[in-house]
């Protein structure tokens, strides 16, 4: 009996893994085509993954590409939406019959001993040995269900809906953090610049304030000031290059690297497109409603919601069903004494099987109350992130449309203090100016550069962040 057992149990382990392999390359019902090829596939369009990059300047769709192809939360999102996609199939299954097949092999044996000595006569026996050969086809295919199976299904196409939403989703925030990475090394390299040249030009006057001193046409005081300036702008100049250092890392993590991998990006300026959002902020929020991935995926979610009260409700009422079943026995007995042997026995049933659901301790009550729960929390749940759409789209709109004004504005700053410093260095050789006089334009010439840097880096940062609230991203070459 044990052996029989085991080769019935290799039998079905063989069949099972053989049923696992086949499953997976026989996508009867297409849903590999539901769910994205890869998971950079949705915001690849005409670009492809390509190799880590090596030895060359980063551009900015380099990074972007490097993240999003390299980065983890994007894998993770698209394996989500293809489990959802395989639960669409799992739906597409219900609408088709179910077959089962029940095989083994038995062998039985029963021995009786019966006790004569009070009869004063031997003690009698007897034996019987049988084995058997079963096998069992049940079929069952349920023909209605008052809308369970419809409702299921309808939930798991909105559930995949909002998977793939939120893989976009999941992509515009990879997309985002690489271009903000990618930018706070360009900014930490201006500043850089910018701290190089402010050391310079307080090299210079320490240069001028230390010959006038020495030529006795200058104060130490002029000197020890020029001195300290100079320092400052050393401290500063070392900080900024530290500051650079830790956002070259920040990137390299951003684009799935290790942190202290070499990142050196491109120092070419990037175009000034200032008419990429020309429409009025009422027509970008609206635009936003209509394509922003959070949004698609809060509306997915409430949908699925919505028919996950059908099917709870379906639950409660009767199905039809169609139920057959074909058996084969083949037993054989071997009997003391002798007796005429069974060899084979068939059987066959069909027919039509109603199941109604009498009572369950009121418990589809409450599924039913815990789905129109759960539909009024996913509504409630659009209506916020419909509200901080609209929010996160007013803000960014309004910061891009003073951030661009600025980018005049610091460059207009930054040329006067520029003329400023030029002015009182040529006052100050004349010997008609003073020190103090030179250290104010060396001041305003230091916050003038800073000024201008931040003004780019905020255009920068409020147009990406507009783009992001539409739902937006994409990638391009900057010039």
Not at 180 to 205: G, P
Request: charged share 20%; net charge neutral.
């Amino acid at each position: 009996m044990a052996k029989a057992f085991l080769v019935v149990t290799a039998y079905a382990t063989a069949l099972l893994t053989s049923q696992t392999v086949e499953a997976q390359w026989f996508d009867v019902y297409g849903t590999h085509k539901l769910a994205s090829d890869s998971p950079a596939a949705p915001l690849l369009k005409n670009a492809s993954c390509q190799p880590e990059i090596v030895d060359r300047p980063v551009e900015l769709e380099d990074a972007i590409l490097q993240a999003i192809c390299a980065n983890p939360r994007a894998q993770q999102a698209w394996a989500n939406a293809r489990a959802q996609a395989a639960a669409v199939g799992i739906g597409e299954a219900a609408y088709l019959p179910t077959l089962n097949a029940t095989a083994g092999i038995e062998r039985d044996t029963q021995s009786t001993t019966y006790d004569g000595s009070r009869f004063g006569v031997d003690s009698p026996g007897s034996s019987q040995n049988s084995s058997s050969r079963y096998g069992m086809l049940n079929l069952s295919w349920v023909l209605f269900d008052f809308g369970k199976r419809s409702a299921a299904l309808r939930q798991a196409r909105q559930l995949l809906a909002a998977a793939n939403a939120s893989q976009d989703d999941t992509l515009q925030t990879v997309f985002f953090t690489a271009a903000q990475a990618y930018y706070a090394v360009r900014d930490a390299q201006a500043s850089v610049d910018a701290a190089r040249k402010t050391e310079d030009i307080t090299k210079e006057s320490l240069t001028e304030a230390s010959a006038k001193h020495d030529a006795g046409a200058g104060t130490l005081s002029d000197q020890v000031q020029a001195q300290t300036a100079w320092r400052r702008a050393l401290l500063d100049r070392v900080n900024a290059e530290g500051e650079a250092r830790t956002a070259a890392g920040a990137l390299a993590v951003a684009m799935g690297l290790d942190a202290n991998a070499p990142v050196r990006i491109a120092t070419s300026e990037p175009l000034m497109d200032r008419g990429e959002f020309v429409e009025g902020v009422d027509q970008l929020v609206e635009d936003a409603k209509a394509r922003q991935p959070k949004l698609v995926s809060a509306r997915a979610r409430l949908d699925a919601a919505r028919a996950n009260i059908d099917a709870t409700r379906a639950q409660g009422r009767p199905t039809i069903s169609l139920v057959g079943s074909l058996t084969q026995n083949n037993p054989s007995y071997q009997q003391q004494p002798q007796s005429i042997p069974i060899t084979a026995s068939r059987g066959s049933t069909i027919g039509i099987q109603v199941t109604i659901p009498l009572f369950d301790g009121f418990a589809s009550s409450y599924r039913a109350a815990q789905a129109q729960a759960q539909a009024d929390a996913q509504e409630a749940d659009l209506r916020n992130t419909e509200l901080q759409v609209s929010l996160d789209v007013w803000t960014s709109y309004q910061s891009l449309q003073a951030d661009t004004a600025n980018l005049d504005n610091s460059k207009a700053l930054l040329a006067d203090a520029q003329r400023l410093i030029d002015i009182a260095r040529g006052r100050y050789k004349a010997g008609v100016g003073t020190f103090t006089e030179l250290l104010n334009a060396q001041t305003a010439l230091t916050d003038a550069q800073k000024q201008r840097v931040l003004a780019i880096s905020k255009w920068r940062t409020a147009r990406l962040k507009l783009a992001a609230s539409l739902g937006n991203l994409g990638l391009w070459k900057e010039n």
